[in-house]
């Protein structure tokens, strides 16, 4: 048993803190926003994450897991020191190191015997460097860095971090490391043992791969629309080749989220940094940007003019099972759906909230999925929540304007649409069902 400070009870930070507690470590997660700790004092979640709430309330139940605003107490009361507050980013594409700054500060005007502080929050190379700089210039006492980057895939976080790939641990020293891969054990996970640096840089490479993968399988989808073929047969047929496989080979509208459009840019602001010229993820970046045009054109191509019709939005976050709207392509599809005109209205189950901070009353919103559909000219999906997948065809085309569906997810199967009457446009494959008017007559 370990005891753990969590600084930051963001998506990382509460995650982290709470497998740690239930793997029996007593774990200190902390946070300056005083509301955010009465929340969770009072099993509040910040966070929508299918089954954290059961595990916070079951370890707080049996006292290894806690929540305070006392920072300094718990970087006193702990012998391992996770830092994971938010970098988000800059205008100009990099990581803000403000807030890793201002805990690598507390930590050193804090530190009152050896500890090793592990920063599990994305951050570029080098940082390891700035925060151990930070923390030496407040004080001369000894202490170990690691950073130990995370790779929770939001919506099974829990589930992921209990049964994880891999644990990347880059340390200062061999007592830092054998402590850190002692704490990941009941993980049954392969360690990865590198210096600071070189862990620092796995995290940025393996998002930005994954990226690749998507926007070139988006690449090959628009193509396949002009040449008549079916990405997802390409897909298919690709990923079954050992050295591909075939996860993130899903065309569709492309990626959001907090990781893969920061640390995309992120890299290739490092890149531009020390001098390279990175023209592969300068093209994924654009492609993923395009691609969420793409849906509007494709609107467009079957209802000519969007001034006056109703376009019905279903899926605001970035995936299912979670509210997370960072990036979600429909923070810009909505707006510039607004903007040519169109009536607006919104469906998500749980991510209306934190899309209205950002849309703010752009749209209408609804949780009511057939509501959402009512007399609509037309649907895109752009969120594959399982009440999409499920959705009623005959109810749905009673209720609808016009029978047209655009789906950036590709739920459905050409064949059914095809029978169940719908104008249907996905990505990559054939149109279904050209619509019953010409576009200009509308």
């Known amino acids: 048993m370990r005891k753990i400070a969590v600084i930051g009870t963001g998506y990382v930070g509460l995650v982290t803190g709470t497998c740690f507690a239930e793997t029996g470590n007593r774990v200190i997660c902390c946070d300056i926003d005083s509301q955010k700790i009465t929340n969770l004092l009072n099993g509040v979640m910040p966070i929508y994450e299918p089954g954290l709430e059961e595990l916070v309330a079951k370890n707080q139940k049996r006292e290894t897991l806690q929540f305070s605003t006392d920072i300094p107490n718990a970087i006193q009361q702990a012998e391992i020191i996770y830092i ?19 805990v690598a500060k507390t930590i050193g005007e804090n ?33 170990d860095l690691v950073s130990n980057p995370e790779f929770l895939r939001e919506g099974v976080a829990i589930k992921d971090c209990m049964n994880m790939e891999r644990a ?53 989808a628009n193509i396949c629309e002009r040449v008549g073929a079916d990405v997802t047969k390409v897909s298919e047929g690709i990923g079954l080749d050992s050295r591909i496989g075939p996860r ?20 290739l602001h490092i890149s531009k940094e020390v001098g390279y010229d990175f023209k592969l993820i300068e093209a994924v970046m654009e492609t993923n940007e395009q691609q969420r045009l793409q849906m ?34 429909a923070l810009d599809i909505i707006p510039h759906l607004v903007n040519l005109g169109a009536n607006v209205r919104a469906y998500d189950p749980i991510a209306i909230q934190e899309a209205k901070k950002k849309l703010g ?24 929540w399982q009440q999409v997948k499920k959705l009623d065809f005959g109810k749905m085309k009673e209720l609808m304007k016009h029978p047209i569906v655009v789906d950036g ?34």
């Open 84 to 102: 994971a507050v938010g970098t988000p980013m800059t205008v100009t594409g990099e990581a803000d190191l403000m807030y890793i700054k201002q």
């Open 111 to 143: 530190l009152n015997s050896y500890k090793i502080i592990v920063t599990k929050s994305t951050v570029p190379v080098g940082t390891g460097k700035i925060i151990s700089s930070i923390i030496k210039e407040q004080t001369a006492t000894k202490f």
């Open 168 to 220: 990347v641990i880059g340390a200062t020293s061999e007592t830092a490391y054998q402590v850190i891969a002692e704490l990941y054990k009941p993980f049954t996970t392969k360690m990865v043992k590198t210096s600071v640096e070189t862990a620092e840089m796995i995290k940025y490479a393996a998002n930005a791969f994954l990226a690749t993968k998507i926007s070139f399988i988006n690449d090959i």
């Open 248 to 267: 993130f080979l899903q065309a569709g509208v492309g990626f959001g989220g907090s990781c893969f459009p920061k640390d995309t840019a992120a890299l």
């Open 296 to 329: 509007v054109g494709k609107l467009t191509s079957v209802l000519g003019d969007l001034d006056g019709k109703t376009i019905s939005i279903l899926g605001l976050a970035f995936k299912p099972d979670t509210d997370d709207v960072r990036s979600a392509p």
């Open 361 to 384: 009353y752009k749209c209408t919103y609804s949780t009511d999925l057939y509501q959402t559909i009512e007399n609509a000219d037309a649907c895109l999906i752009l969120t594959d």
């Open 409 to 442: 997810r590709n739920l459905f199967d050409l064949e059914t649409m095809k029978q169940a009457g719908f104008t249907y446009l996905s990505v990559g494959r054939p149109m279904v069902n050209q619509p019953s008017f010409s576009p200009r007559a509308m």
